[in-house]
């Protein structure tokens, strides 16, 4: 089973909007990552926050981590076409050296 | 590009065949993983090699078994294949810190079971 859980699990928006992903988990965690996946192939490493943070930046990403209410967000601003894809939050739990994925969004961006 | 490497791109088996699939980890990574990644959903954590050592499985049964070499590179080898186990498998390389740190992955192999 997944621990993660991203919602929405689909997201239809159009290029230079905003678009927002959020996940949920259920234990102790080290770190949350989040990856991206075009057309069902490799995972791209986008961005991970530690447990003790609560905000973390990169160009036009950024996520949240609230460890009070094991959840997380995503916000990719000024979308583009070509930021379409799947979008999957992984978690880290405690003493444990695994990745936990949950289901995903896919992520439609029209031009 | 990550650097990580798999082959093969696509595979074709019938149930009850036995599958090995290959991956080539980044330079300087000594840890691999392999996920399973059923079509809609996430990808599920099969095992982790570290050092040519197991170090970590998930909830799959023992006719998933690997192997990782001196160079790091890593065998995901399934045997009695089943319908079921048709899926994209990935493979990701990461320095092993005891904690899940940032992994990179391959482009996965597809495999279908027929």
């Known amino acids: 089973s997944q621990q993660g859980e991203e919602d929405p699990q689909a997201l239809s928006i159009q290029e230079g909007e905003n678009a927002t992903m959020n996940c949920s988990y259920k234990t102790s965690i080290n770190n949350l990552q989040w990856y991206r996946q075009n057309s069902g192939r490799g995972l791209v490493h986008l961005i991970l926050i530690r447990s003790n943070e609560r905000e973390k930046h990169s160009g036009r990403l950024r996520v949240t981590l609230d460890t009070s209410k094991k959840s997380s967000s995503l916000l990719i601003t000024a979308s583009r076409a070509a930021d379409t894809a799947s979008y999957f939050c992984a978690t880290a739990p405690k003493g444990y050296n695994k990745l936990i994925f949950g289901a995903g969004t896919r992520l439609a961006v029209h031009p | ?114």
């Open chain 2, 1 to 114: 590009e990550t650097g990580v490497t798999q082959s093969p791109t696509h595979l074709i088996k019938t149930r009850g065949q036995q599958v090995t699939l290959r991956c080539s980890s980044q330079s300087g990574h000594n840890t691999v993983s392999w996920y399973q990644q059923a079509l809609g959903q996430g990808p599920q954590f099969i095992f982790q090699y570290y050092r040519e050592e197991e170090n970590g499985r998930g909830n799959f049964p023992p006719r998933f078994s690997g192997l990782q070499f001196p160079n790091y590179s890593s065998e995901l080898n399934v045997n009695a294949l089943e319908l079921d186990d048709s899926a994209l498998y990935l493979c990701a390389s990461s320095l092993e810190t005891g904690r899940a740190e940032t992994q990179y992955f391959g482009p996965g192999t597809r495999l279908l079971v027929l």
